[in-house]
C-alpha cells in the first residue's frame, strides 16, 4: 500500500508565548536537544513512513531549517521530509484551517497518488507506531480512522470526544468539548479523547475536502468539519491508542501522550523526563527519538572545593553545558548552558546557551535561549516581581523569552 504522511505543522501556539514569539510552535525545543517535530518525524521513520510533507506557516524560518538540516533521507530510494510554507496556491489567502491547509496542497497528495494518507499533528510528546494504526485503517475498509487516548469521563468537557457504537469501534459522534459525553462500551467511567492523528483513504480525503472548501459556514477544520462529516456518513472508526505496541517500551511509559498546548502542560511534560524511572524515557533505544546535534563537546562538571561544587542531580544535562561549582536539580540544562560557582538551578527547563551568574538561583522557571541571568539575581522567589517583567503562569513557573534582558 503506497502511504503520504502529511505532518500539520503550521500553529501559531498563541499559549506557548512568549517561546513563540520568535518561533513557530513545532520548532519550540524540548527536552534538551529536540524540537516538538522531532516526535512525530521520528514515529513516522520508525514506522518506515518515509515520504513526509511538513506543512508550515507561521514564523516558519527555524521550523523549515531544524527540517532541511536534520531529517534529510536518501532520495536515491523515494525517501524525503520536505517542508512545506504556506504558498497561497489558490489565491490570497494563508490556511484558514487544518482542513484548508490539506486543500491548498492537494497538489502534493496528486503528485505521489497513494491509496491513503497519515495526517499527523506536529506538537505532541509521545512514541507511537503508526504502522498498527495504518494496518487496522486498511483491514476494516473505512473512510478515516482517528487515534484516540482514553481519559476520565470528569474530563471528557476538555476534549474533542469521541462516541462509538456498542461495538467500540465505528464512531457515531464526534464532540467537542460536550458537558454530557457518554462513558465507553467497555469502561463507562472513560471516554475516547481525539489524539488529532488521522489515517484516510485518499479518495475519500479528497472528495470531503473538495465538499468542505465549497461551504462558506465551515471553519475548514479536521476536527470540526472533515471527521464529522465522514462520523455523519457512517465511515470513520477509531484507533484505541492504548492497543498500540512500542518496541522497547515498559508499562510505566507505555500510552504515554502529552499535549503541551500551553505553558504549563509544557513543563509538566519536562519535569516527566527526570525521575530515576521517568515516565517517558527517552532512552528507549528501540524507538529512538532522533534530532540534529551540533558538534559540541561533553558536559562539564568542574570544581569541587567545599561547597563550590559542580553538581547535577535528578537532570537531564546536555552536551556543552559547563557546571563550574553550582548545583542543578530536576533541571533540564540545555546545549551551552553555563552555571556558575555557587549559583542554583531547580525545578527548571533551561535551553540553549543560557548563562547563571555567580550566586543566582533559578527556580520553577522556563528560561528560552541566550538569556543571561546576572549574579546574585533570584528567579520564581517573588512571583509578584517577576510578574511585572515575565510570563507567570497559573501554575507558578516563571517564563523568560528567547534573548530578554534580566536585571538583578
Known sequence: MRVLAIVLAGGEGKRLMPLTADRAKPAVPFGGIYRLVDFVLSNLANGN?????????????????????????TSMLGNYVTPVPAQQRLGPHWFSGSADALFQNLNLVYDEMPEHVIVFGA???????????????????????????????????????????????????????????????????????????????TQAMLEALREDALDPTSKHDLGGNIIPM??????????????NVVPGSTERDKGYWRDVGTLDAYYEAHMDLISAHPVFNLYNTQWPIYTGHDPLPPAKFVHNDGDRVGR???????????????????????????MHSHSRVEDSVLMGNVKVGRGAIVRKAIIDKNVVIPDGARIGFDLEYDRSRFAVT??????IGKNEIVER
Open 312 to 338: 547535577a542531580v535528578d537532570s537531564l544535562v546536555s552536551a556543552g553545558v559547563i557546571v563550574s561549582g553550582g548545583l542543578a536539580e530536576r533541571s533540564v540544562l540545555s546545549p551551552g548552558v553555563v
Open 49 to 73: 513512513y518515509l515520504q513526509i510533507v511538513v506543512l508550515t506557516q507561521y514564523k516558519n524560518h527555524s521550523l523549515d531549517r531544524h527540517i532541511s538540516q536534520t531529517w534529510r533521507l
Open 394 to 399: 497559573q501554575n507558578g513557573i516563571v517564563v
Open 230 to 243: 465522514m462520523v455523519k456518513a457512517g465511515t470513520a472508526q477509531v484507533y484505541d491508542f492504548a492497543d
Open 123 to 201: 506538537d505532541h510528546i509521545y512514541r507511537m507506531d503508526p504502522r498498527q494504526m495504518v494496518a487496522q485503517h486498511i483491514d476494516s475498509g473505512t473512510d478515516v480512522t482517528v487515534a484516540a487516548i482514553r481519559q476520565p469521563l470528569s474530563l471528557a468537557d476538555q476534549f474533542g470526544v469521541i462516541e462509538t457504537d456498542p461495538a467500540g469501534r465505528r464512531i457515531v459522534a464526534f464532540r467537542e468539548k460536550p458537558k454530557d459525553a457518554v462513558g465507553l462500551p467497555d469502561a463507562p467511567d472513560q471516554v475516547y479523547a481525539s489524539m488529532g492523528n488521522y489515517v484516510f483513504r
